[in-house]
Structures are given as C-alpha cells and as structure tokens.
C-alpha cells in the first residue's frame, strides 16, 4: 500500500510518517511538502521519498498521487494570526490547495483521502462540549479556509464518490513542533521560555481553554484508519473531551520542571477562540479502541524532546 502525505516535513506530518514506519502493508510513503512551514530537519530520519513542491502544482501531485491507496491532506498555511496578516495567502493554500489534492486524487482514483482541518471552524458558538453538527461560526480568515477544507471533501464525497475523512484537530502538541517563530502555538512556546529561562507569555487573562491533543495519538488515529479504509462523509473531531485552561497548562509544566515559572500578560489575540473542548463521541464510535496520553505525559514527552534543543545554561 502506497500512501501521500502532504506536508510530511511539518509537525504533525513528521510524527505521522515515523508512525507509519514499519506497520505490515505499508510498502510506500511519499511526502510532497514545499518546505514553507515544514523542514528538512524532519524529514532527516524518515524513511519516505520526498518530492519537493506544492500542493498547488498539478504536476506535483501527479508525481505523488500515482498509484496511491491514500492521501493524508496536511499541508496548509497554519495559524490564526498568519491568516490576519495575508489572509489570501491562507486561502489559497488552504481552500485551493485542499481543492487541487481532491482534484488530483480523483484523477489518480485515489481510493481515500483524509483531511485536516481545525477546531477554529467552531469560532463564536459557545457551546461546549463542540458537536460536529454544531454551526460554525468562524472568527479568522484561516478557520474560514478549514471550514472550505471540509466543505470540499464532502462535497467530493457526494459528487463523485470519493471516501473522504475530514478530521478536526485541536490544539495538537508534542515533539517536534517548533517554538521559534512569531506563530508558534502556546505549549512549544511556553515549553521552550521555560526551559530558555524567559517568562511565559500569555494572551489575555489565562482563563481561556483548549482540548490539548498529543501528537502521538493523532498519529494513532490516523494509521488505524488507513489500514482500516474509514471514511466519513461528516467531519470528526480528533481529540478526547480535556478542557485546560491556559494558566493551569501553566500548572502542569511547572510540576513537570519542578520548579515556579514567571508569566507576563498580554491583550488578547484577535479571532482567538475563548473556549474549546471536543465532543469525542464521533471519534469512538469509528475508532473504538482509541487511546490517549494524558496531558501531563504528553508535556513530559515535549519537555524531553525540547531540552535536547536548548543549549544549556541559557
């Protein structure tokens, strides 16, 4: 079995990739990544074949999708303050990218195609726990480009019979995400100020909650449905019902370092979501034998892959 990954060489695509190594039936991997968010580093120890070029070049993804039994749609232009700034830019990568992976597997007849997309479609609802059959209301331009990602795969779905499977992530962490960026998400960025000595940084009052999801047992899902074929004409949210406050995830780190970190407070980020957490029900009913790390777990697991990335004594 041939499967695509696109964005391979990014966080999540990255873990996923050495999750598919060695699995029985997995003869082929390849990853088709423009490096514009991804990284040679991580592709330094993967056994895949790499093809260099974007989403957006229908040669490109000829080159991957030949003979493939399935994609694995990652690529994107992440993060909501990016999308403020160039905002067509997210788009394109986003919405048109995703419609040109969906074009190209239909070429290819691709017998399935699982998809990224993001708790940020949610936005402004304020129920909780998120429903997948909750109304969207998104609050940035990217979570209007996920909420295209998922709206194309079904529509595929229905039109022409492509077994898609949108998963909506939330607020993945873990090894391998990188902290040293304007747009680095909250746990690789506090993990690398706490290990660098700087106070941790934190956008409006702390108060504001998020549905942490390791890394590892996204990956997990993921293997388990391309070895299975699951698809779902519905959107599913990938992750397991926690709601953390961001000063508790302040919490949990200092009890994983031993030791009492300094925080400084900020405004509020524009389009921020004030509340996540996942309804988990969808995810159990197709994946029974699911498992998760805890939070505490999956911060141990960053702290010791980030500590060997910080020099010591800084």
């Known amino acids: 079995m041939k499967i695509v990954v696109t964005g391979g060489a990014g966080f999540i695509g990255s873990n996923l990739v050495r999750a598919f190594r060695g699995v029985p039936g997995i003869d082929e991997i390849v990853i088709l990544d423009d490096l514009s968010?991804?990284?040679?580093?991580?592709?330094?120890d993967l056994d895949a074949r790499f093809v260099h070029g974007s989403i957006l070049d229908p040669a490109m993804?000829?080159?991957?999708?030949?003979?493939?039994?399935?994609?694995?749609?990652?690529?994107?232009?992440p993060s909501v303050p990016r999308?403020?700034?160039?905002?067509?830019?997210s788009h394109h990568a986003n919405a048109t990218g995703t419609l040109m992976v969906l074009e190209a597997a239909r070429r290819h007849r691709v017998g399935q195609v699982i998809l990224a997309s993001s708790s940020s479609v949610y936005g402004r609802n304020p129920t909780l726990p998120k429903r997948e059959d909750l109304r969207p209301v998104p609050l940035s331009p990217y979570a209007v480009s996920k909420l295209a990602t998922e709206a194309y795969a079904i529509a595929y779905a229905?039109?022409?019979?492509?077994?898609?499977?949108?998963?909506?992530?939330?607020?993945?962490?873990?090894?391998?995400?990188?902290?040293?960026?304007?747009?680095?998400?909250?746990?690789?960025?506090?993990?690398?100020?706490a290990l660098d000595g700087r106070p941790l940084t934190i956008d409006g009052d702390g108060e504001q909650t998020r549905d942490f999801t390791f890394v590892g047992d996204v990956a997990a899902v993921i293997v388990d449905a391309v070895l299975r074929q699951v698809s779902s004409v519905d959107p599913v949210n990938l992750a397991f019902g926690s709601r953390t406050s961001v000063r508790r995830l302040v919490g949990e780190l200092e009890d994983v370092l031993g030791r009492r970190?300094?925080?400084?407070?900020?405004?509020?980020?524009?389009?921020?979501?004030?509340?996540?957490?996942?309804?988990?029900?969808?995810?159990?009913?197709?994946?029974?034998?699911?498992?998760?790390?805890?939070?505490?777990?999956?911060?141990?697991?960053?702290?010791?892959?980030?500590?060997?990335?910080?020099?010591?004594?800084?």
């Open 37 to 44: 968010t991804g990284s040679e580093e991580n592709l330094r």
């Open 158 to 193: 229905s039109c022409f019979d492509l077994a898609v499977l949108p998963f909506r992530f939330f607020n993945v962490f873990g090894p391998g995400q990188s902290a040293g960026h304007a747009y680095a998400a909250v746990v690789p960025s506090f993990v690398s100020a």
């Open 61 to 77: 993804l000829d080159d991957a999708f030949s003979d493939a039994a399935s994609v694995v749609h990652l690529a994107a232009v």
């Open 261 to 314: 970190l300094d925080v400084v407070h900020r405004p509020p980020r524009a389009g921020d979501v004030r509340d996540s957490q996942a309804d988990n029900g969808a995810l159990r009913a197709l994946f029974p034998g699911v498992t998760r790390h805890t939070l505490r777990q999956g911060l141990e697991a960053t702290v010791a892959w980030m500590s060997t990335r910080v020099p010591a004594g800084r």
């Open 83 to 89: 999308s403020l700034r160039d905002p067509l830019r």
